[in-house]
């Protein structure tokens, strides 16, 4: 036994099926139907009850036959007498419907056109079960969804799209249809040929010659067919039924070569709607709805406001409206290292309209916004001054962009391909900063060519910053070079081979070339009288042998050469009179010339990750050095140089050597505030640290164990807060004559 419940889905997909039935198709359903009682009528028997008014005297000669004789010489007759037609005509028929009918759905049950038809149905039913909304009766009229759906709406116009997207692939629906139709037409033509002729074999009077004449004593017998008049007149109406099939199998064949089945246009459409973005379909998904167009032309219109790219939008709007309002954004503001205002946006499917109340917001940040549409009402944002788009296709309209011309002044740019960058970057003339991330090649492959444009607009660009993979430096960038004073490159492993257009760019104090593979000093580095720090990290400088060059260079102060591969440095660094930091970190250099010590106005010197193996006395020249790093180096011992007259040092990082011992001449550094001696080969600490006043309260970078080493009072005082009087009270009494700084 079945239950209901087992049932119920069978009959609703039969319902649901229903609409994609067109009228020749429920009228072929119906003659079926009627085919197949005609089939079956003619095999059902009736018992005859005859009265016993009907009994009459027998006449004429008789036979001698039993009854049992005449049974058999019936049953000779019915098979050797009867043509085929006679007897089999009703199995025959019954078959031949049994075809039709199952030809008839096979589109709808095959398995690779069955599951975009449910799917399709499924959809169809989600579409028609919304209620009255203000959402969608401002969208479009014929449909409604509730206000509290609208997770569901969004999640419908998803399914939706995926199902277009999957559907419009292959036209597998169409072709079966088709093939369906002209396989029940060659079915008819094919019943026809051979059944039109049966009826002129029924007839009433058959003559029989049974061969067994010994057994029934005659040769001939007169057998008549009682049933010829009513297979005849059934014959005739399942030939009639069976023409009406043909005709209709002839129209909707004729239909659909006639119609353009494959693509489905919307003009009716957009004439009664409110609506003029609906999309014109094509392959299995249009002709689903060709179909349902014939079942009711209202379902299709209901069907297409979900296919409007407007009224999603619409929906979206006021989701986004809900969901991130004004509150919302306001408590998601935060203040950066700067004291500026900042609001991040993340993977939304559009910016919020409360977005452009926000009056004080200075920096805005959105990351992975499919349609970022910056609109009108962004002219409230008075304060913005900064704006981030990470993979974000961002369009403006004309009063926006005007608004972004004249408050712009840091615009930061991640994209993958120069293509996605929007033109209106390069119209805003008071952009002060431009950070491009991504790649800026013009053919797709590696940056062989300067893809983004003229920059011609950008007159007040002070800063480019490029993290991309050039192979030259892009002959644009001289249309601002009388402005431009800072140039970043980070080029992620590329070489960077042409740098011949540095030469005309006179006024750069900045110059960043990092990971562009280079060897050498570029020599255009000559023309820029005016650099002030130049960073070439990161690259495969193995000699500095130019370093001489960059003589007249006078007001080169900061020069970053880490993360490269240099052996040996010149002693033509002492040229460099104007360096306040030089920065050598890991590299492979196992001495220091005593040129270097030449450099009065240092103040910082970073050696980190190097080969060296002894820091020269001649370091006491160094009298203004403040940051002195020479950790992961191979350093035994300190000279006394170092503690008695680089006074101003306050960060002293030794970590990762092999020092044995810490000279106590460590207490004339009077300003130092941070020093780290972790991983060396010390085994106890000078107490003179505790004169260090500036390394309380986790100054002092060394292991546990060595650090209890120390006189508990200095332990104590090197542990505790900073407060100046209890620092000039501890002095006092050690002796030391030092001043508190901080």
Not at 327 to 343: C, N, T, Y
Not at 345 to 361: D, H, M, W
Not at 407 to 429: D, G, N
Not at 632 to 657: D, K
């Amino acid at each position: 036994m079945f239950s209901l419940s087992e049932l119920a889905p069978l009959n609703q997909h039969q319902n649901r099926s229903k609409l994609l039935k067109p009228w020749w198709e429920v009228f072929m359903d119906y003659l079926v139907v009627l085919m197949l009682m005609t089939s079956v009528l003619p095999q059902i028997h009736h018992a005859h009850k005859i009265g016993p008014n009907l009994h009459s005297a027998p006449r004429g000669r008789r036979t001698h036959l039993v009854y049992q004789q005449y049974i058999y010489i019936s049953q000779v007759c019915y098979h050797e007498a009867l043509p085929l037609s006679s007897r089999f005509f009703p199995y025959m028929a019954l078959l031949q419907s049994l075809v039709l009918v199952a030809s008839g759905s096979f589109w709808l049950h095959f398995p690779h056109t069955s599951s975009r038809i449910e799917q399709f149905l499924s959809i169809l039913a989600k579409c028609y079960s919304g209620t009255d909304s203000p959402l969608l009766k401002r969208i479009d009229s014929v449909i409604s969804l509730d206000k509290s759906d609208g997770e569901q709406a969004r999640a419908l116009f998803e399914r939706l799209r995926k199902f277009r997207s999957h559907c419009e692939s292959s036209a597998v629906i169409c072709k079966v249809y088709l093939a369906q139709t002209v396989f029940k037409l060659l079915i008819v033509t094919l019943i026809m040929s051979y059944t039109v002729p049966l009826l002129g074999s029924l007839s009433f009077n058959h003559t029989c010659h049974p061969e067994e004449w010994a057994l029934v004593g005659y040769a001939t017998f007169e057998c008549i067919h009682v049933l010829s008049s009513l297979l005849r007149k059934l014959l005739a109406a399942y030939l009639t039924l069976l023409g009406l099939y043909g005709l209709l199998n002839f129209y909707t064949l004729t239909w659909i070569l006639s119609s353009s089945l494959q693509q489905y246009s919307f003009h009716s459409l957009k004439e009664l709607s409110s609506l003029r973005d609906f999309p014109d379909l094509k392959n299995d998904l249009a002709f689903l709805i060709h179909m349902l167009d014939q079942y009711d032309p209202l379902l299709v219109q209901r069907l297409f406001v979900f296919l409007s790219p407007v009224s999603e939008s619409r929906l979206l709007e006021e989701s986004l409206e809900r969901r991130w309002g004004e509150e919302k954004l306001h408590a998601m503001i935060s203040v950066d290292a700067d004291g500026r205002s900042r609001l991040q946006l993340v993977a939304l499917p559009r910016l919020p309209p409360a977005l452009f109340t926000l009056s004080q917001l200075q920096v805005l940040k959105l990351e992975l916004i499919a349609d970022t549409r910056f609109t009108a009402h962004m002219t409230s944002m008075t304060s913005l001054r900064e704006l981030h788009l990470y993979h974000c296709t961002a369009t403006v309209d004309p009063s926006a962009l005007a608004f972004l011309q004249e408050r712009l002044e840091v615009l930061q740019l991640t994209f993958t391909q120069a293509s996605e960058i929007p033109s209106w970057v390069l119209s805003l003339r008071g952009l002060h900063e431009l950070h491009l991330s991504g790649r800026l090649a013009s053919d797709g492959g590696v940056g062989r060519s300067w893809a983004l444009g003229s920059l011609r607009q950008l007159r007040h660009l002070r800063v480019l910053v490029i993290r991309g993979m050039l192979q030259r430096i892009p002959g644009e960038l001289c249309e601002v070079a009388s402005n431009l004073v800072r140039l970043e490159i980070q080029n992620e492993g590329t070489r960077l081979l042409v740098l011949m257009g540095l030469k005309r760019m006179v006024y750069l104090t900045e110059l960043h070339l990092q990971d562009c593979q280079l060897e050498r000093l570029p020599s255009a580095l000559l023309a820029l009288t005016n650099l002030r720090v130049l960073d070439l990290q990161h690259n495969n400088l193995m000699t500095l042998e130019e370093l001489l060059s960059l003589a007249h260079l006078r007001r080169l102060s900061c020069l970053r050469l880490a993360y490269n591969r240099v052996l040996v440095l010149p002693a033509s660094v002492g040229v460099l009179r104007g360096l306040e930091l030089l920065d050598l970190s890991n590299n492979q250099l196992q001495s220091i010339p005593p040129a270097l010590f030449t450099l009065r106005r240092l103040r910082r010197l970073l050696l980190a990750g190097n080969l060296l193996e002894e820091l020269p006395a001649e370091v006491k020249a160094l009298q203004l050095l403040t940051e002195l790093d020479l950790s992961g180096n191979r350093l035994e011992r300190l000279p006394t140089e170092l503690f008695n007259c680089c006074l101003e040092l306050r960060t002293l990082n030794m970590s990762h050597n092999s020092l044995s011992f810490l000279p106590r001449e460590i207490a004339a550094l009077s300003q130092l505030c941070r020093l780290d001696l972790r991983s060396n080969n010390l085994e106890e600490l000078p107490a003179e640290l505790g004169c260090c006043s500036g390394l309380h309260g986790g100054g002092l970078l060394v292991e546990n164990w060595l650090f209890l080493s120390l006189p508990p009072h200095v332990r104590d005082f090197l542990s505790r807060s900073y407060t100046p009087e209890a620092c000039e009270l501890y002095l006092f009494n050690l002796g030391c004559s030092s001043v508190c700084y901080r």
